[in-house]
Structures are given as structure tokens and as C-alpha cells.
């Protein structure tokens, strides 16, 4: 009677050691080496798997800053997320030097809501910009502006943007956008821009990308930015952060102060700020010294 | 009869050949040409012309601009007042020359009379120039440039010239015109084509649904030896270059493959009462038929147009766009365009306008898909259209170019016969040009 539980304990026993013995001989031969600092990188990283970085997923990047650390140097890589404190974090770890980074933001760059650029087409394929894109230039006719279906919103990851539908434009919530730039490589007509996020939350930026005449482009869209210059002129000596090319004004946001005098003069109101600019010196009356610059 | 068809997939779409009946007219001179630079597939030509400058109908205004290209002649005869960007059936801001028009002088190098001129006194090499010169693209509708297709690589043999007479696309019937009434031309214009590839073979394929026009080339092609019609089944798209060689010579066209690999060139219909034109009475390309229908259209009609001519003109002529008209089709129903407004002017490509009404304009919300896979047995070219359309949601661009959506055409034909009404040719027209972005940049590499 014993023997019928006996044997088969034995038998069990016997089959389950050789297999240890044999799991474990070829786990020793098959082990892969695999770089500890890997994990603690990686566990540095936000793991959302944006891809922002470039690479696939948050451990793809973590190998390849690893790599880098190796040849010395992680200065290319970064994480848009992340920013520069997970860099630092991360840089503390491999026992490197890490670049500070300025914190980005996407920003829009198309004004021509419903109002101001009404649809004169409609538009009744499937509803994506990239495909919309190589149909007609839009249903407001901008060649260059947004098309108003979405795709830079469905590629946020991190809620940071929605449809509005009263505009017909996308929202980007700055407080949320993490700059991972995929709404920027989404966009087909590349209205999406990262900004820098600047001090205090300040940033002017051209709300147009334009590139047709003023005059063409005015018959479509009255928000368009028509080349005229003005902010160019406006923009102060020592800054000179406006050039003009192509019938639109770009400000470069490494030489911007963000003093809002471009914003103020700009006649379709194209130039846009974080904050409100301050109102131009009444020319008659001396204002009183605490005149009402809002504070940043 | 025997008829002939290609044997995978295919639709067919009822054919409304409305203005079949109604003769090639010359329709009125614009008051001011938009001549568009880049009327033909490949780099845009090169404006030779300025502001002010007096041109005459057949100048020279834009001159090719690489290999593949072609040269752009003045359809009018005027004043140059503008070079500027003006909307051409893609949407968007193209550069043309503008002119007005001022008479109706002609380049006195052109012969303008009426006689057929026979004998071809022109060698091969001659008559590819000629073409170049004279701008000729193929009038089917994707404009390639004819002088390219017949510089045949060195070591290409090819035994057999395919005329495309098809029209497969519903609604259109200018080539249809184009074969009763200048029957003479396109014969002595094959020959042509043949003298040019050295060939002594050339079939003229014609679907079944063009009995006259069969009748009338057959009759007439018996002068002209080496010359065949063949009848064919209606099924579209047998227009599309690798069904009619299939259909007609039973050849099959490797994926990314040529026509001339497997020994033969496919030519439009209408293009050879062009290249007659151009190598007997020295004329360039600057006029081509245009169908206008639609089914509420007063008056339906074939004009002789010259290139530059704002469609709102040509709407005019046929009495206006009926109230309700929803959409303004540059070329056929299947592969046509809407255009964004009807300023656009007419070009090399352009074969018809068809105004559409509301309800046959209305695109139906899309359902899901049901898997009944009449799209797989309706591609002429084996692909899986719901699987690629799938691919292309989820942007899994690897398993597209596996599922070879760069073969796709953009017939149609998918989307025509879906059930829930899926917008699977919009999706895998995207995969098809990110697939081959993707080919071009690692063949960069």
C-alpha cells in the first residue's frame, strides 16, 4: 500500500532533480550579461512609451543612453517628457554630465478658426489631415493652414489636446504638453511647433505659417499673418528677433525677450502672447508711474 | 464577337455615356488662358516667357526640365500678363502662365489644312524628337510624357503597340468621339507610333459598349496593315495599362514592373490624333476633347478645348450648373477629382467634367467592416483592400509594403463595391505613398 505513494514520490523526485540540474547547467551557459545601470535608467524614465525620443519605448531609450554612456557621451539623447530632471537624475546615475535643457512646449501656429476663416468646401473623405492633405488644400482653402480633423490630437498621449469645436482648431494645454513633438510629426502641414517654454511662461509667438501674398492670402483666411513687416520694425534694435521670409514673420525664440510690443501692432492680430502686452505709451497724457504693466 | 477581358477583380459601374451622341464642337477662346507649367507627370517645365511678351497660338512658353518632362506650348495667341500660382485640379497653387488673349494668330510653321497627310517621311529618332518638341503626353489622363515611353531602353524587345481605347470610365466619351470622327488620323497616328518602336504589330482595344466605333476603325484599318481592333468585354478598369495587356495579350505585368517588360507599349487613343498632329502638320500639343456631362446638365457636349480655358466657361456653353449640382468632377467618376471651384482651367489631363447632384454626390457614413471581402474580389490587382486599409489606421507601414499597396492603382474599385461604405481607397492611397517614401529613402540610403 505504502508503495503506491512511495514510488511515484521517488519517481517525481527523481525527474524534477535532473531537471534542476539541467535547468540550471544551461541557465549558467545561456546567461546573458545584461548591463545592471539599464534598469535604474530606465526606472528613472516616466514610462508612458511616448516614443518622443525617438526610440521604442521607454527601455529602448534607456539602452541606448546606456550605449552612449559607454563611448562617454549622452548629450543627443534626452527625454521630452521627462525634461531635463529625469536627465540629471539619469546623468547622477551613470556618473556623467548632463546639458541643462530648456523645457519645450508645442504650440499652434494657425489662427484661421471659423470666424475668421470661414469653409467655403466641404470635405466628406475619411476624416484624417494626412489624407485631407493630399486631397485639396482644405476646406477654408489655406494651402498652409489646419485642416481641422484631428490627427495631432489623436496622437497625444498625454491628453494634452483636444478639438475645439466652436474654432474648428486644436487646443494644446500647456500644462499638460510634455513636448514629446508627436503632434509636431503628425501634422502634416507642420503648424505645430516646439517652443521653447520660456521665462515666467512667457512666449510670443506668429500664429500663421502662411506663405502666400498678403492679398491672396487675406481672401481666404483674416488671420493670416500678410508679410507686412511691421513687427519686424517694432521688435527692439538690441533684439531683432523677427525676420521676415516667404511673406511670413518668424520669431526666434532664443532671441526674444517676449516684450509684446510686435503683438500690439500686428493688424490681423497674428502675433500671439502667454500674457497680456503692455498697452503702447498714451501719447498725450503722461501716465502715472504705476502705470499698469501687468506683472508676469 | 469575341471578347476579351482581363480575369481578376473588376466592377462595372453603370456607364451613363450621355454625350455620346453629341459631336465634337470648338468651344469659344477664353479671354485669358491659365496655362499651366506643369501639365504632365515629372518635374514642371520651365517658364521661357516674361510679362508682356507677345506669344501666338503654338509658342513655345515653358521648356521641359529634365528627363522626365514635357514642353508647354501657348494655346492662345495674346499678351503674357502674369507668371503666377493659380489652383489646378490637385487643390493647390500651381505656377502657369497667364495670357490674354488678344485674336487667334497662329505659328505659321504649323499646317492648318484640313487634308490627311499618309506617308510618313520621318525616321524613329525624328519622330521622338518630334514629340518632345511638340510636348505630347499621354491623354489618357496620367499625362506621362510620350517621348519617354518610346526611347526604349537598349536591350528591351518590343513585338507590340496596345492603342487604349477603351474609356472604361462611365460618363466620358471624348476618345469615343475622337474614333468617329477622326477615325483616319488615329490609324495614320498608330502607324506613327509603330514606325517610332520599330514594331509591326499594333492592336486598338475598344469595349464592347462602342459598337460604331469598333465598326468604323475596323472597317478602315484594313489599309492600314498590322493594324487590329480587338472588341472587349465591359469591365472596368480595363483601361488601366496592365489589365488591357492582359486582356488583350494575355501578359501578365510583374509587380513593379513596365508594359515594355513584357514586350509592349500602351498608348491612348486620343494621343495619337495628337502625335499625327504633331509629326505630319508640325502642331504641338495645346488643345485636347473634353467630355461635360452630368445627369441634370442642360446640354451635354465633347468640346475641342484649348488648354487654359477656366471651366466655368465650358459649364456656361452647356447652360449652367443645374441647381443642386454638390460636386464638380475633373476626369471620370472613378478616378476623378472633385475640384475645389470651377475657375480651375483645362489642361493636358484633363478628359471631362462631370457635374454631379446631391444625391449621387453624398458619400454614406462609413459602417464596420463586415469581412464579406467583395473588395478582395473586386481588386483588379489581387490585393487585400480591407486589410490594407486597416494597416494603414494603425500606421503599420512594414506589413503594407509586405501586403504590396504600392501596386494599387486607385481604381476604385474597393470602394465602389463596399457594402458599409469604408473609405478604403483614401486609406490605402496613403499607404501606397508612404510605402513608396519609405522605398525612396532606403534606396537613399
Known sequence: MSAMILYPVIMLGAVAGIAAILLFLTAKKFHVEEDPRIDKVAELLPGANCGGCGYPGCRGLAEAIVKAADKGDIGGLSCPPGGSTAMKAIGEVLGMAVAESEPMVAVLRCGGTHEKAPRTLKYDGAPKCVIAHTVF??????????????????????GAMYMDEKTGLPVIDPAKCVACGACVKACPRKIIEMRPKGRKERRVWVNCVNTEKGAAAMKYCKAACIGCGKCVKECPEKVQAITLQNNLAYIDPKKCIACGKCVLVCPTKAILATFEPPKPKPVEAKPAEAAPATPA | MDLKTFKI?????????????????????????????GQHLGAPAKPIVQKGDKVRVGTLIGAGEGFISAAVHSSVSGTVFAIDAVVDASGYKRPAVIIDVEGDEWEPTIDRSPELKKDISLDKKAIVDRLKEAGIVGLGGATF?????????????VDTLIINAVECEPYLT???????????????????????LGVERAVIGIEANKPDAIEI???????????????????YPQGAEKQLIKAILNREVPSGKLPLDVGCVVNNVGTTVAVYEAVQKNKPLFERIVTLTGKKLPRKANF??????????????CGGAPEGTAKFINGGPMMGKAMVNTDIPVTKGTSGVI????????????????????????????????????????????????EDAADCMECGCCQFTCPAARPLLDNIRLAKTTVMR????????
Not at chain 2, 147 to 154: C, F, L, N, R, T
Not at chain 2, 308 to 317: F, M, N, V, Y
Not at chain 2, 438 to 445: A, D, G, P, V
Open chain 1, 137 to 158: 488644400a482644405g476646406e477654408k482653402g489655406c494651402p498652409n493652414g489646419c485642416l481641422g480633423l484631428g490627427d495631432c490630437v489623436t496622437v497625444c498621449a498625454f
Open chain 2, 9 to 37: 477583380g473588376g466592377v462595372h459601374p453603370p456607364e451613363n455615356k450621355l454625350s455620346a451622341g453629341a459631336p465634337i464642337e470648338a468651344a469659344a477662346l477664353p479671354k485669358r488662358a491659365f496655362i499651366h507649367l
Open chain 2, 145 to 157: 510624357p510620350a517621348h519617354v515611353k518610346y526611347m526604349v531602353p537598349e536591350g528591351k524587345k
Open chain 2, 174 to 196: 471624348s476618345d469615343h468621339r475622337v474614333m468617329l470622327e477622326r477615325a483616319d488620323e488615329v490609324l495614320v497616328g498608330t502607324r506613327i507610333l509603330m514606325t517610332a
Open chain 2, 217 to 235: 476603325l475596323s472597317r478602315k484599318a484594313k489599309d492600314h496593315p498590322g493594324i487590329t481592333v480587338q472588341a472587349l468585354k465591359v469591365q
Open chain 2, 304 to 317: 475641342l478645348v484649348r488648354v487654359g480655358t477656366p471651366i466655368t466657361q465650358l459649364i456656361d456653353a
Open chain 2, 355 to 402: 457635374l454631379v447632384d446631391e444625391a449621387d454626390a453624398r458619400r454614406n457614413a462609413p459602417g464596420a467592416c463586415i469581412r464579406c471581402a467583395k473588395c478582395v474580389a473586386a481588386c483588379p490587382m489581387g490585393l487585400e483592400p480591407y486589410l490594407i486599409e486597416k494597416q494603414a489606421e494603425y500606421a503599420l507601414w512594414e506589413d503594407a509594403e509586405k
Open chain 2, 438 to 445: 519609405i522605398r525612396r529613402e532606403r534606396s537613399k540610403k
